[in-house]
Protein backbone atom coordinates (compact mmCIF):
# COMPACT_ATOMS: atom_id res chain seq x y z
CA UNK A 1 0.00 0.00 0.00
CA UNK A 2 1.27 3.43 -0.77
CA UNK A 3 1.99 5.32 1.78
CA UNK A 4 0.41 9.14 2.03
CA UNK A 5 2.75 12.37 1.38
CA UNK A 6 2.17 13.25 4.90
CA UNK A 7 1.29 11.73 8.38
CA UNK A 8 0.33 14.85 10.66
CA UNK A 9 1.91 14.83 14.73
CA UNK A 10 -0.78 14.29 16.73
CA UNK A 11 -2.06 16.55 19.68
CA UNK A 12 0.05 15.58 22.53
CA UNK A 13 2.93 15.58 20.38
CA UNK A 14 2.54 19.57 18.69
CA UNK A 15 1.64 20.75 22.13
CA UNK A 16 4.74 19.03 23.32
CA UNK A 17 7.25 20.17 20.96
CA UNK A 18 6.28 23.93 21.93
CA UNK A 19 6.53 23.59 25.32
CA UNK A 20 9.72 21.65 24.45
CA UNK A 21 11.15 23.92 21.99
CA UNK A 22 9.57 27.16 24.01
CA UNK A 23 11.76 25.87 27.05
CA UNK A 24 15.29 24.85 25.69
CA UNK A 25 15.18 27.73 22.39
CA UNK A 26 12.58 30.04 22.95
CA UNK A 27 11.03 29.38 20.33
CA UNK A 28 7.77 27.62 18.96
CA UNK A 29 8.28 25.31 15.83
CA UNK A 30 11.59 27.07 15.11
CA UNK A 31 9.69 30.58 14.72
CA UNK A 32 11.71 32.93 16.91
CA UNK A 33 9.83 34.65 19.54
CA UNK A 34 11.07 38.38 17.95
CA UNK A 35 8.60 37.10 14.78
CA UNK A 36 5.60 36.74 17.18
CA UNK A 37 3.46 39.54 16.61
CA UNK A 38 2.37 41.60 19.17
CA UNK A 39 -0.69 44.04 18.38
CA UNK A 40 0.20 48.19 18.35
CA UNK A 41 -2.46 49.40 20.97
CA UNK A 42 -1.85 52.58 18.79
CA UNK A 43 -3.01 51.13 15.96
CA UNK A 44 -6.43 49.53 14.93
CA UNK A 45 -5.66 47.06 11.87
CA UNK A 46 -9.11 44.95 12.60
CA UNK A 47 -11.84 44.47 9.47
CA UNK A 48 -14.67 42.85 9.15
CA UNK A 49 -14.97 39.73 7.17
CA UNK A 50 -18.43 38.62 5.83
CA UNK A 51 -19.78 39.82 9.01
CA UNK A 52 -17.29 38.34 11.04
CA UNK A 53 -14.21 40.27 13.15
CA UNK A 54 -10.63 39.52 12.05
CA UNK A 55 -8.10 41.40 14.00
CA UNK A 56 -5.74 41.77 11.29
CA UNK A 57 -6.04 41.94 7.54
CA UNK A 58 -3.69 39.64 5.61
CA UNK A 59 -2.62 35.44 6.67
CA UNK A 60 -1.88 32.30 4.31
CA UNK A 61 -3.74 31.71 1.24
CA UNK A 62 -5.11 28.30 0.78
CA UNK A 63 -2.13 26.11 0.20
CA UNK A 64 0.87 24.72 1.12
CA UNK A 65 0.57 26.78 4.87
CA UNK A 66 -2.73 26.17 5.22
CA UNK A 67 -2.97 22.30 5.21
CA UNK A 68 -1.55 20.96 8.58
CA UNK A 69 -2.06 22.18 12.40
CA UNK A 70 1.79 23.47 12.78
CA UNK A 71 1.48 25.58 9.60
CA UNK A 72 -1.55 27.22 10.87
CA UNK A 73 -0.70 27.89 14.36
CA UNK A 74 2.93 29.40 12.73
CA UNK A 75 0.93 31.55 10.97
CA UNK A 76 -0.81 32.61 13.71
CA UNK A 77 1.68 33.25 15.91
CA UNK A 78 2.97 35.63 13.04
CA UNK A 79 0.11 37.69 12.82
CA UNK A 80 -2.64 36.22 10.87
CA UNK A 81 -5.66 36.25 11.99
CA UNK A 82 -7.58 34.96 8.77
CA UNK A 83 -6.65 31.60 7.31
CA UNK A 84 -8.32 30.08 3.98
CA UNK A 85 -7.87 26.71 4.57
CA UNK A 86 -6.37 24.60 2.10
CA UNK A 87 -8.96 23.45 -0.12
CA UNK A 88 -10.86 20.10 0.35
CA UNK A 89 -12.44 17.91 -2.70
CA UNK A 90 -14.13 14.54 -2.41
CA UNK A 91 -11.04 13.04 -3.95
CA UNK A 92 -8.52 13.38 -1.34
CA UNK A 93 -5.50 10.61 -2.59
CA UNK A 94 -3.85 12.78 -4.82
CA UNK A 95 -0.77 11.81 -6.43
CA UNK A 96 0.93 14.75 -7.19
CA UNK A 97 4.36 14.86 -8.81
CA UNK A 98 7.74 16.04 -7.38
CA UNK A 99 8.92 18.41 -6.89
CA UNK A 100 5.74 20.50 -6.77
CA UNK A 101 6.74 24.39 -6.21
CA UNK A 102 9.33 26.01 -7.84
CA UNK A 103 9.99 29.68 -6.16
CA UNK A 104 14.08 30.66 -7.53
CA UNK A 105 12.02 33.92 -9.12
CA UNK A 106 8.23 34.36 -9.14
CA UNK A 107 6.60 31.59 -8.51
CA UNK A 108 5.16 28.32 -9.99
CA UNK A 109 3.36 25.35 -8.50
CA UNK A 110 1.68 22.22 -9.86
CA UNK A 111 0.05 21.23 -6.75
CA UNK A 112 -4.05 22.06 -5.92
CA UNK A 113 -5.83 20.84 -3.10
CA UNK A 114 -5.31 19.21 0.23
CA UNK A 115 -2.93 16.28 0.25
CA UNK A 116 -4.22 14.24 3.89
CA UNK A 117 -7.67 12.15 3.78
CA UNK A 118 -10.71 14.62 4.55
CA UNK A 119 -11.15 12.93 7.90
CA UNK A 120 -7.28 14.02 8.53
CA UNK A 121 -7.87 17.34 7.15
CA UNK A 122 -10.45 18.21 9.66
CA UNK A 123 -8.50 16.72 12.22
CA UNK A 124 -6.07 19.10 11.36
CA UNK A 125 -8.02 21.95 11.57
CA UNK A 126 -9.77 21.17 15.14
CA UNK A 127 -5.70 21.07 16.30
CA UNK A 128 -5.12 24.24 14.95
CA UNK A 129 -8.07 25.73 16.71
CA UNK A 130 -7.64 24.20 19.75
CA UNK A 131 -3.62 25.09 19.94
CA UNK A 132 -4.28 28.62 18.96
CA UNK A 133 -6.95 28.95 21.43
CA UNK A 134 -4.52 27.84 24.39
CA UNK A 135 -1.58 29.62 23.39
CA UNK A 136 -3.62 33.03 23.55
CA UNK A 137 -4.13 32.12 27.41
CA UNK A 138 -0.56 30.67 28.07
CA UNK A 139 0.90 32.72 30.13
CA UNK A 140 4.89 31.68 28.81
CA UNK A 141 3.76 34.32 25.70
CA UNK A 142 1.84 36.79 27.14
CA UNK A 143 4.15 39.57 26.69
CA UNK A 144 4.89 38.67 23.28
CA UNK A 145 1.39 38.60 22.17
CA UNK A 146 0.15 41.14 24.30
CA UNK A 147 -3.16 40.72 26.60
CA UNK A 148 -5.83 40.71 23.54
CA UNK A 149 -4.90 38.82 20.79
CA UNK A 150 -7.85 39.79 18.67
CA UNK A 151 -10.51 37.61 16.55
CA UNK A 152 -9.92 35.14 13.87
CA UNK A 153 -11.39 33.33 11.18
CA UNK A 154 -11.08 29.95 9.61
CA UNK A 155 -12.62 30.46 6.07
CA UNK A 156 -13.12 26.74 4.43
CA UNK A 157 -12.37 26.48 0.89
CA UNK A 158 -14.09 23.52 -1.20
CA UNK A 159 -13.75 22.77 -4.78
CA UNK A 160 -14.35 21.30 -7.59
CA UNK A 161 -18.11 20.93 -8.74
CA UNK A 162 -21.25 19.70 -7.28
CA UNK A 163 -21.32 16.27 -7.41
CA UNK A 164 -17.87 16.55 -5.08
CA UNK A 165 -18.96 19.29 -2.63
CA UNK A 166 -22.72 17.41 -2.33
CA UNK A 167 -20.84 14.31 -1.51
CA UNK A 168 -21.18 13.03 1.76
CA UNK A 169 -17.35 13.33 2.43
CA UNK A 170 -17.63 17.11 1.86
CA UNK A 171 -21.05 17.68 3.24
CA UNK A 172 -19.41 15.94 6.94
CA UNK A 173 -16.21 18.42 6.22
CA UNK A 174 -18.70 20.76 6.17
CA UNK A 175 -21.44 20.26 8.93
CA UNK A 176 -17.81 19.22 10.99
CA UNK A 177 -16.18 22.63 10.58
CA UNK A 178 -19.69 24.00 11.74
CA UNK A 179 -19.67 22.29 15.20
CA UNK A 180 -16.40 20.28 16.18
CA UNK A 181 -17.44 19.51 19.38
CA UNK A 182 -17.39 15.89 18.73
CA UNK A 183 -13.79 16.12 17.16
CA UNK A 184 -12.79 18.73 20.42
CA UNK A 185 -13.58 15.98 22.84
CA UNK A 186 -12.37 13.22 21.02
CA UNK A 187 -9.13 15.46 21.33
CA UNK A 188 -9.37 16.76 24.68
CA UNK A 189 -7.51 13.80 26.48
CA UNK A 190 -4.13 14.54 24.56
CA UNK A 191 -3.56 18.13 25.78
CA UNK A 192 -0.42 16.79 27.54
CA UNK A 193 0.58 18.07 31.09
CA UNK A 194 2.54 21.01 30.06
CA UNK A 195 -0.94 22.27 29.38
CA UNK A 196 -2.68 20.87 31.85
CA UNK A 197 -4.31 23.91 33.24
CA UNK A 198 -6.31 23.98 29.46
CA UNK A 199 -7.38 20.00 29.75
CA UNK A 200 -11.27 21.64 30.07
CA UNK A 201 -11.01 25.00 28.27
CA UNK A 202 -14.55 25.39 26.52
CA UNK A 203 -12.86 25.63 22.91
CA UNK A 204 -15.48 27.36 20.77
CA UNK A 205 -17.25 24.45 18.62
CA UNK A 206 -17.78 26.70 15.90
CA UNK A 207 -14.73 26.53 13.80
CA UNK A 208 -15.96 28.28 10.45
CA UNK A 209 -19.17 29.01 8.63
CA UNK A 210 -17.81 31.39 5.86
CA UNK A 211 -16.42 29.24 2.75
CA UNK A 212 -14.50 30.37 -0.68
CA UNK A 213 -14.86 28.20 -3.30
CA UNK A 214 -12.14 27.32 -5.77
CA UNK A 215 -13.69 26.66 -8.94
CA UNK A 216 -9.62 26.52 -10.13
CA UNK A 217 -9.77 26.03 -14.23
CA UNK A 218 -12.30 25.49 -16.57
CA UNK A 219 -15.49 25.61 -14.13
CA UNK A 220 -18.67 26.05 -15.65
CA UNK A 221 -20.29 29.56 -14.87
CA UNK A 222 -23.28 27.07 -14.18
CA UNK A 223 -21.79 24.69 -12.28
CA UNK A 224 -20.31 27.93 -10.12
CA UNK A 225 -23.76 29.32 -9.52
CA UNK A 226 -25.21 25.66 -8.62
CA UNK A 227 -22.68 25.43 -6.06
CA UNK A 228 -23.41 28.75 -3.98
CA UNK A 229 -26.51 28.26 -4.10
CA UNK A 230 -26.69 24.94 -2.56
CA UNK A 231 -23.95 25.92 -0.24
CA UNK A 232 -25.94 28.64 1.12
CA UNK A 233 -29.47 26.87 1.29
CA UNK A 234 -28.31 23.56 2.48
CA UNK A 235 -25.26 24.68 4.54
CA UNK A 236 -26.41 28.08 5.84
CA UNK A 237 -23.09 29.23 4.57
CA UNK A 238 -21.52 33.24 2.97
CA UNK A 239 -20.03 32.41 0.53
CA UNK A 240 -16.87 34.14 -1.45
CA UNK A 241 -15.76 32.83 -5.21
CA UNK A 242 -12.42 33.00 -6.30
CA UNK A 243 -12.05 33.76 -10.05
CA UNK A 244 -9.54 32.72 -12.13
CA UNK A 245 -6.82 35.48 -13.92
CA UNK A 246 -8.09 34.44 -17.50
CA UNK A 247 -11.09 36.72 -16.88
CA UNK A 248 -8.50 39.44 -18.64
CA UNK A 249 -9.01 37.66 -21.30
CA UNK A 250 -5.95 35.88 -23.51
CA UNK A 251 -4.60 39.09 -25.86
CA UNK A 252 -5.00 41.29 -22.60
CA UNK A 253 -3.38 38.94 -20.25
CA UNK A 254 -0.36 38.01 -22.78
CA UNK A 255 0.37 41.37 -23.70
CA UNK A 256 0.93 42.46 -19.70
CA UNK A 257 3.14 39.28 -19.23
CA UNK A 258 5.43 40.21 -22.27
CA UNK A 259 4.89 43.46 -22.84
CA UNK A 260 4.63 45.27 -20.04
CA UNK A 261 6.40 43.07 -17.74
CA UNK A 262 8.75 41.41 -19.70
CA UNK A 263 8.44 37.95 -18.89
CA UNK A 264 9.11 36.26 -22.41
CA UNK A 265 9.87 32.59 -21.24
CA UNK A 266 6.21 32.23 -19.87
CA UNK A 267 3.41 30.94 -22.21
CA UNK A 268 -0.13 31.16 -21.84
CA UNK A 269 -2.33 29.16 -23.98
CA UNK A 270 -5.54 30.12 -25.62
CA UNK A 271 -7.25 27.07 -24.59
CA UNK A 272 -6.95 27.35 -20.73
CA UNK A 273 -8.78 30.88 -21.36
CA UNK A 274 -11.63 29.44 -23.80
CA UNK A 275 -12.53 26.69 -20.86
CA UNK A 276 -12.93 29.29 -18.03
CA UNK A 277 -15.69 31.98 -16.92
CA UNK A 278 -15.31 34.77 -19.59
CA UNK A 279 -16.04 38.30 -18.02
CA UNK A 280 -19.15 39.62 -19.69
CA UNK A 281 -20.56 35.99 -17.97
CA UNK A 282 -18.80 37.13 -14.63
CA UNK A 283 -20.36 40.54 -14.43
CA UNK A 284 -24.21 38.47 -14.60
CA UNK A 285 -23.09 36.20 -12.28
CA UNK A 286 -21.58 38.30 -9.38
CA UNK A 287 -25.03 40.17 -9.78
CA UNK A 288 -26.85 37.10 -9.59
CA UNK A 289 -25.37 35.42 -6.98
CA UNK A 290 -25.68 38.60 -5.13
CA UNK A 291 -29.10 39.13 -4.87
CA UNK A 292 -29.45 35.19 -4.58
CA UNK A 293 -27.62 35.98 -1.24
CA UNK A 294 -29.67 39.10 -0.44
CA UNK A 295 -32.90 36.91 -0.80
CA UNK A 296 -31.73 34.82 2.04
CA UNK A 297 -29.99 36.99 3.88
CA UNK A 298 -26.59 35.78 3.28
CA UNK A 299 -23.49 37.56 2.29
CA UNK A 300 -21.48 36.55 -0.97
CA UNK A 301 -18.33 38.59 -2.48
CA UNK A 302 -15.43 36.95 -4.71
CA UNK A 303 -11.46 36.45 -4.39
CA UNK A 304 -9.31 37.60 -7.41
CA UNK A 305 -7.38 35.57 -8.27
CA UNK A 306 -6.55 31.78 -8.53
CA UNK A 307 -3.13 31.30 -9.96
CA UNK A 308 -2.80 31.41 -14.04
CA UNK A 309 -2.33 28.04 -16.24
CA UNK A 310 0.94 28.69 -18.14
CA UNK A 311 2.93 26.20 -20.08
CA UNK A 312 5.85 24.11 -18.48
CA UNK A 313 8.50 25.67 -20.57
CA UNK A 314 11.07 25.63 -17.92
CA UNK A 315 11.42 21.94 -17.12
CA UNK A 316 11.85 22.09 -13.59
CA UNK A 317 8.72 20.75 -12.44
CA UNK A 318 7.68 17.42 -13.75
CA UNK A 319 3.75 18.51 -15.14
CA UNK A 320 2.19 20.61 -17.72
CA UNK A 321 0.79 22.71 -17.59
CA UNK A 322 2.32 24.53 -13.84
CA UNK A 323 0.22 27.43 -12.20
CA UNK A 324 2.15 30.76 -12.02
CA UNK A 325 1.45 32.85 -9.02
CA UNK A 326 3.20 35.78 -7.23
CA UNK A 327 4.61 39.65 -8.62
CA UNK A 328 2.97 39.32 -12.20
CA UNK A 329 0.06 37.65 -11.15
CA UNK A 330 -0.58 40.88 -8.80
CA UNK A 331 -0.82 42.82 -11.64
CA UNK A 332 -3.09 40.84 -13.64
CA UNK A 333 -5.62 40.36 -10.55
CA UNK A 334 -5.19 44.11 -9.68
CA UNK A 335 -5.79 45.11 -13.62
CA UNK A 336 -9.25 42.59 -13.14
CA UNK A 337 -10.45 44.40 -10.04
CA UNK A 338 -10.53 47.70 -11.83
CA UNK A 339 -12.43 46.75 -14.80
CA UNK A 340 -14.74 45.08 -12.45
CA UNK A 341 -15.35 48.18 -10.74
CA UNK A 342 -15.76 50.00 -13.61
CA UNK A 343 -18.41 47.58 -15.18
CA UNK A 344 -20.05 47.08 -11.85
CA UNK A 345 -19.94 50.53 -10.06
CA UNK A 346 -21.74 50.46 -6.44
CA UNK A 347 -21.56 46.56 -6.30
CA UNK A 348 -18.07 46.23 -3.98
CA UNK A 349 -17.70 47.14 -0.73
CA UNK A 350 -14.58 49.10 -1.50
CA UNK A 351 -13.78 52.89 -0.76
CA UNK A 352 -15.76 54.89 -2.82
CA UNK A 353 -17.77 52.56 -4.28
CA UNK A 354 -20.56 52.31 -1.24
CA UNK A 355 -21.52 48.45 -2.33
CA UNK A 356 -21.36 45.90 0.15
CA UNK A 357 -19.75 42.72 -1.83
CA UNK A 358 -16.90 42.43 -0.44
CA UNK A 359 -13.66 41.25 -2.54
CA UNK A 360 -10.90 38.94 -1.24
CA UNK A 361 -7.34 39.04 -2.30
CA UNK A 362 -4.35 36.76 -3.39
CA UNK A 363 -1.95 37.48 -5.73
CA UNK A 364 1.91 38.91 -5.27
CA UNK A 365 1.02 40.72 -1.79
CA UNK A 366 4.36 40.80 0.27
CA UNK A 367 5.74 43.82 3.16
CA UNK A 368 6.90 46.04 0.07
CA UNK A 369 3.34 46.11 -1.45
CA UNK A 370 0.68 45.13 1.37
CA UNK A 371 -0.40 48.93 1.86
CA UNK A 372 -1.05 49.78 -1.63
CA UNK A 373 -3.24 46.48 -1.53
CA UNK A 374 -5.16 46.76 1.52
CA UNK A 375 -6.02 50.21 0.61
CA UNK A 376 -7.75 49.22 -2.96
CA UNK A 377 -10.19 47.78 -0.21
CA UNK A 378 -10.02 44.65 -0.77
CA UNK A 379 -10.06 42.38 2.37
CA UNK A 380 -8.39 40.13 3.25
CA UNK A 381 -5.21 39.90 1.60
CA UNK A 382 -3.84 36.00 1.74
CA UNK A 383 -0.63 35.67 1.16
CA UNK A 384 1.43 31.92 -0.51
CA UNK A 385 4.24 33.15 -2.92
CA UNK A 386 5.84 35.33 -0.41
CA UNK A 387 6.05 32.91 2.90
CA UNK A 388 7.55 30.34 0.14
CA UNK A 389 10.91 32.34 0.43
CA UNK A 390 13.61 32.68 2.76
CA UNK A 391 11.91 34.02 6.39
CA UNK A 392 8.91 31.93 5.91
CA UNK A 393 5.81 32.56 8.50
CA UNK A 394 8.61 35.12 9.84
CA UNK A 395 7.84 37.48 6.67
CA UNK A 396 4.09 38.32 8.46
CA UNK A 397 5.06 40.50 10.90
CA UNK A 398 6.84 42.97 8.96
CA UNK A 399 4.47 43.16 6.74
CA UNK A 400 1.89 44.16 9.62
CA UNK A 401 4.40 46.27 10.93
CA UNK A 402 4.71 47.76 7.31
CA UNK A 403 0.89 48.23 7.14
CA UNK A 404 0.60 49.48 10.85
CA UNK A 405 3.48 52.34 10.31
CA UNK A 406 1.72 53.69 6.91
CA UNK A 407 -1.74 54.22 8.47
CA UNK A 408 0.01 55.48 11.98
CA UNK A 409 1.83 58.26 9.41
CA UNK A 410 -0.96 59.15 7.57
CA UNK A 411 -2.05 60.18 11.07
CA UNK A 412 -5.17 57.92 11.25
CA UNK A 413 -5.37 55.13 14.30
CA UNK A 414 -7.62 52.67 12.53
CA UNK A 415 -7.80 50.60 9.31
CA UNK A 416 -11.35 51.99 8.07
CA UNK A 417 -10.43 55.57 8.55
CA UNK A 418 -7.00 55.23 7.01
CA UNK A 419 -8.55 53.44 3.63
CA UNK A 420 -10.69 57.14 3.36
CA UNK A 421 -7.60 59.11 3.66
CA UNK A 422 -5.89 56.95 0.75
CA UNK A 423 -9.05 57.30 -1.12
CA UNK A 424 -8.98 61.26 -0.80
CA UNK A 425 -5.11 61.14 -1.79
CA UNK A 426 -6.04 59.15 -4.95
CA UNK A 427 -9.06 61.64 -6.35
CA UNK A 428 -6.58 64.49 -5.30
CA UNK A 429 -3.81 62.69 -7.86
CA UNK A 430 -6.89 62.63 -10.36
CA UNK A 431 -7.67 59.02 -9.97
CA UNK A 432 -11.20 57.71 -9.36
CA UNK A 433 -10.19 55.87 -6.33
CA UNK A 434 -6.86 53.80 -4.81
CA UNK A 435 -8.07 51.10 -6.99
CA UNK A 436 -7.45 52.97 -10.39
CA UNK A 437 -4.24 54.65 -8.47
CA UNK A 438 -2.66 51.35 -7.77
CA UNK A 439 -2.81 50.32 -11.27
CA UNK A 440 -1.33 53.29 -12.61
CA UNK A 441 1.67 52.50 -9.98
CA UNK A 442 2.39 48.98 -10.66
CA UNK A 443 2.74 49.45 -14.20
CA UNK A 444 4.67 52.58 -13.67
CA UNK A 445 7.38 53.96 -10.95
CA UNK A 446 6.31 50.74 -8.79
CA UNK A 447 6.70 48.18 -12.36
CA UNK A 448 10.57 46.88 -11.09
CA UNK A 449 8.26 45.26 -7.77
CA UNK A 450 6.58 43.02 -10.40
CA UNK A 451 8.15 42.88 -13.83
CA UNK A 452 10.80 39.83 -14.61
CA UNK A 453 13.88 42.62 -14.46
CA UNK A 454 12.99 43.33 -10.81
CA UNK A 455 12.18 39.31 -10.19
CA UNK A 456 15.50 37.73 -11.88
CA UNK A 457 18.04 37.79 -8.66
CA UNK A 458 20.27 34.58 -8.93
CA UNK A 459 20.10 32.52 -5.80
CA UNK A 460 23.08 32.16 -3.70
CA UNK A 461 25.11 28.95 -4.76
CA UNK A 462 28.14 27.46 -2.85
CA UNK A 463 30.37 25.06 -4.80
CA UNK A 464 30.06 22.72 -2.32
CA UNK A 465 28.25 19.17 -2.35
CA UNK A 466 25.48 19.05 0.45
CA UNK A 467 26.77 16.76 3.34
CA UNK A 468 24.81 15.29 5.77
CA UNK A 469 26.58 16.54 8.57
CA UNK A 470 27.92 19.80 8.54
CA UNK A 471 26.57 23.00 6.06
CA UNK A 472 26.74 26.18 5.52
CA UNK A 473 23.92 26.32 8.21
CA UNK A 474 22.31 29.37 6.45
CA UNK A 475 18.76 28.13 8.12
CA UNK A 476 17.07 28.42 4.77
CA UNK A 477 15.81 24.40 5.17
CA UNK A 478 13.96 25.41 7.94
CA UNK A 479 12.14 28.81 6.95
CA UNK A 480 11.18 28.06 3.40
CA UNK A 481 9.35 24.58 4.30
CA UNK A 482 5.65 24.94 4.82
CA UNK A 483 5.28 22.38 6.98
CA UNK A 484 7.78 23.07 9.69
CA UNK A 485 9.14 19.66 8.51
CA UNK A 486 13.20 20.80 9.35
CA UNK A 487 14.56 21.56 12.84
CA UNK A 488 17.80 22.52 13.50
CA UNK A 489 20.25 21.28 16.60
CA UNK A 490 23.17 22.64 18.33
CA UNK A 491 26.62 20.98 17.04
CA UNK A 492 27.78 19.19 20.24
CA UNK A 493 30.92 20.33 21.24
CA UNK A 494 32.48 17.43 21.57
CA UNK A 495 31.90 16.21 18.18
CA UNK A 496 32.87 19.85 16.49
CA UNK A 497 35.73 18.63 14.82
CA UNK A 498 34.25 15.68 13.24
CA UNK A 499 31.13 16.98 11.95
CA UNK A 500 32.05 20.79 11.47
CA UNK A 501 29.27 23.32 11.46
CA UNK A 502 27.58 25.37 14.54
CA UNK A 503 24.20 23.88 13.52
CA UNK A 504 22.59 20.35 12.30
CA UNK A 505 19.30 20.13 10.28
CA UNK A 506 17.06 17.17 10.47
CA UNK A 507 13.84 16.34 8.55
CA UNK A 508 10.36 14.99 10.42
CA UNK A 509 10.12 13.01 7.52
CA UNK A 510 6.43 12.41 7.93
CA UNK A 511 6.47 16.42 8.13
CA UNK A 512 8.42 16.25 4.26
CA UNK A 513 5.98 16.12 0.81
CA UNK A 514 9.34 16.80 -1.14
CA UNK A 515 7.64 19.94 -2.39
CA UNK A 516 11.40 21.21 -3.17
CA UNK A 517 11.52 24.29 -2.03
CA UNK A 518 13.98 23.87 0.59
CA UNK A 519 16.38 22.51 -2.45
CA UNK A 520 15.50 25.76 -4.68
CA UNK A 521 16.78 27.61 -2.16
CA UNK A 522 19.90 25.74 -0.58
CA UNK A 523 22.96 27.34 -1.75
CA UNK A 524 25.01 24.11 -1.36
CA UNK A 525 24.31 21.14 -4.45
CA UNK A 526 21.50 18.70 -3.36
CA UNK A 527 18.43 18.14 -1.69
CA UNK A 528 18.39 18.93 1.57
CA UNK A 529 15.15 16.51 2.03
CA UNK A 530 17.33 14.00 1.36
CA UNK A 531 20.48 14.38 2.24
CA UNK A 532 19.93 15.54 5.89
CA UNK A 533 18.65 12.93 8.74
CA UNK A 534 15.12 11.86 8.01
CA UNK A 535 13.55 11.11 11.25
CA UNK A 536 10.75 8.98 11.30
CA UNK A 537 8.11 8.37 14.67
CA UNK A 538 6.00 6.04 12.66
CA UNK A 539 7.92 2.11 12.00
CA UNK A 540 5.43 1.16 9.47
CA UNK A 541 5.98 4.32 7.19
CA UNK A 542 10.05 3.71 8.39
CA UNK A 543 10.25 0.26 7.21
CA UNK A 544 8.76 1.25 3.52
CA UNK A 545 10.87 3.77 3.18
CA UNK A 546 13.87 3.68 0.55
CA UNK A 547 17.40 5.62 1.39
CA UNK A 548 18.81 7.11 4.24
CA UNK A 549 16.83 7.51 7.62
CA UNK A 550 16.17 6.70 11.43
CA UNK A 551 13.43 5.33 13.46
CA UNK A 552 13.22 7.60 16.59
CA UNK A 553 11.99 4.93 19.77
CA UNK A 554 11.72 5.98 23.49
CA UNK A 555 13.66 3.60 25.21
CA UNK A 556 14.87 4.25 29.54
CA UNK A 557 17.48 6.81 28.31
CA UNK A 558 15.00 8.58 26.67
CA UNK A 559 15.26 8.56 22.47
CA UNK A 560 16.78 6.54 21.04
CA UNK A 561 17.20 6.26 16.85
CA UNK A 562 17.40 3.13 14.64
CA UNK A 563 19.15 3.28 11.44
CA UNK A 564 17.65 2.07 8.43
CA UNK A 565 20.06 -0.95 6.33
CA UNK A 566 23.37 0.52 5.27
CA UNK A 567 23.00 3.57 7.51
CA UNK A 568 24.03 2.01 11.08
CA UNK A 569 27.36 3.84 11.00
CA UNK A 570 25.66 7.18 11.81
CA UNK A 571 24.01 6.69 15.27
CA UNK A 572 26.10 7.40 17.33
CA UNK A 573 26.69 10.61 16.10
CA UNK A 574 22.92 11.00 15.69
CA UNK A 575 22.56 9.83 19.30
CA UNK A 576 24.63 12.38 20.35
CA UNK A 577 22.87 15.46 18.41
CA UNK A 578 19.29 14.83 19.40
CA UNK A 579 20.68 14.24 23.05
CA UNK A 580 21.97 17.59 23.55
CA UNK A 581 20.79 20.35 25.71
CA UNK A 582 18.49 21.41 23.24
CA UNK A 583 17.46 17.98 22.08
CA UNK A 584 15.20 16.86 19.46
CA UNK A 585 11.75 18.91 20.43
CA UNK A 586 9.34 15.66 20.97
CA UNK A 587 8.62 13.71 24.05
CA UNK A 588 9.78 9.84 24.62
CA UNK A 589 5.90 9.25 25.19
CA UNK A 590 5.00 10.91 22.17
CA UNK A 591 6.32 8.19 19.78
Known sequence: MEQPPLTPMSLGALLGRIAHEWETRGRIFDLMSARIWKPDPDVDL?????????????GPAAGPHTQMAQNIVLAWLGGSRIFELKTVQVIDDLDIARPCIDMETIGYNIEW????????????????????????????????????????????????DLEGISSDKVRNFIETMKDASERIEALRSEIPDPFLEFRDLEFPPAISDTLTLSTFHGCPPDEIDAIVRYLMTEHDLDVIVKLNPTLLGFEDVESMLHDTLGYDDVTVTREAFDADLQFDRAVTLIGELGTFADSLGRKFGIKLSNTLVVSNEKGWLPDDPMYLSGPPLHVISSTILDRLVTELPGVFDLPGQGGDRIVSFSAGVRKENVSDTIAMGVGPATIC????????????????????ADIAASGQSSLTAWKQTKLAEARANGHRDWVASHIASIVG???????????????????????MWGCVACNLCVTVCPNDAFVKLPSPNRLASEIGGRWQYLVFAELCNECGNCMTFCPEVGDPAQIKPKLWLDEARFEGAEGQGFLLVASGRGIVPIASEGWEHEIPTLAAVIAGDQGVPIRATDI
Open 445 to 467: DDIGLYNKEGNSKKLREVDNELQ
Open 46 to 58: SFDFLGRPAATPI
Open 385 to 404: TDLLKPGGYGRLKPTLKALA
Open 113 to 160: SQELAVPVTIDEYVKAWMIIEILKRWEPLREYLGDDTGPMVFDMSVGY
